[in-house]
């Protein structure tokens, strides 16, 4: 308790004001209202009355995260993500498309193109990256000639990367195929040391 700043700012505090944030429990934070029960027992010992709150503040700390962990099983089984130890590591087809869409359908094509790897499809493998490169040169090709803009762009990139989480993502592994989560964060570092040149070279090209 020593650690919770309310406990010297509440010190001046009535019991009555005290009791006031405990009766009112949801307009205050936790740290506060652990801060008047702290202080109101030092004053006054325990009491049915602060047991009665501590009792109720358990129970809604309970409630949160049987809620909590409810919502992350239903957004697991939503994306087919399991905690099996023997299911395949694999980036999900949010990372797909988050990828697609901020750089181009071929960098989300080389993520799906990785996930087949792990599940032995090489057929699918061939066919992504025949997709990646056509479907990423045809953007280029017309983001250029018809010069339109960048929100155009992300249109074409977003609607490749569902081509590649709908239709190759399930007709290769299936829909509810289950997998396990895997880190975006080292193909987002690799990504951005891509991009950086290609984009330098486009600004001072011109």
Same mark, same amino acid.
């Given at each position: 308790?020593s650690e919770n700043r309310f406990i010297k700012k509440f010190q001046h505090k009535?019991?009555?004001?005290?009791?006031?944030?405990?009766?009112?429990?949801?307009?205050?934070?936790?740290?506060?209202?652990?801060?008047?029960?702290?202080?109101?027992?030092?004053?006054?010992?325990?009491?049915?009355?602060?047991?009665s709150v501590e009792s109720e503040i358990k129970i809604e700390k309970e409630k949160k995260e049987i809620a909590r962990e409810k919502t992350i099983?239903?957004?697991?089984?939503?994306?087919?993500?399991?905690?099996?130890?023997?299911?395949?590591?694999?980036?999900? %087809?949010?990372? !797909?498309?988050?990828?697609?869409?901020?750089?181009?359908?071929?960098?989300?094509?080389?993520?799906?193109?990785?996930?087949? %790897?792990?599940?032995?499809?090489?057929?699918?493998? !061939?066919?992504?990256?025949?997709? =990646?490169?056509?479907?990423?040169?045809?953007?280029?090709?017309?983001?250029?000639?018809?010069?339109?803009?960048?929100?155009?762009?992300?249109?074409?990139?977003?609607?490749? =990367?569902?081509?590649?989480?709908?239709?190759? $993502?399930?007709?290769?592994?299936?829909?509810?195929?289950?997998?396990?989560?895997?880190? $975006? !964060?080292?193909?987002? !570092?690799?990504?951005?040391?891509?991009?950086?040149?290609?984009?330098?070279?486009?600004?001072? =090209?011109?």
């Amino acid at each position: 308790m020593s650690e919770n700043r309310f406990i010297k700012k509440f010190q001046h505090k009535t019991d009555s004001e005290l009791e006031y944030i405990l009766e009112n429990k949801k307009s205050y934070n936790e740290q506060a209202i652990a801060a008047s029960i702290h202080i109101l027992r030092e004053r006054n010992g325990k009491s049915p009355e602060l047991e009665s709150v501590e009792s109720e503040i358990k129970i809604e700390k309970e409630k949160k995260e049987i809620a909590r962990e409810k919502t992350i099983e239903e957004h697991k089984k939503k994306n087919n993500i399991t905690d099996d130890p023997n299911a395949p590591e694999l980036y999900s %087809k949010k990372v !797909i498309m988050v990828f697609s869409g901020l750089f181009s359908t071929i960098f989300g094509a080389v993520l799906l193109m990785y996930n087949m %790897k792990q599940t032995d499809n090489q057929t699918g493998r !061939i066919q992504v990256l025949i997709f =990646g490169i056509l479907y990423t040169i045809i953007t280029l090709v017309v983001v250029n000639l018809l010069n339109i803009g960048g929100n155009i762009a992300l249109i074409f990139n977003i609607a490749g =990367g569902g081509i590649l989480t709908e239709y190759f $993502w399930n007709k290769f592994m299936g829909k509810e195929f289950q997998h396990r989560k895997r880190s $975006w !964060i080292k193909p987002a !570092i690799i990504s951005v040391l891509i991009a950086i040149p290609l984009i330098l070279a486009a600004i001072y =090209g011109q």
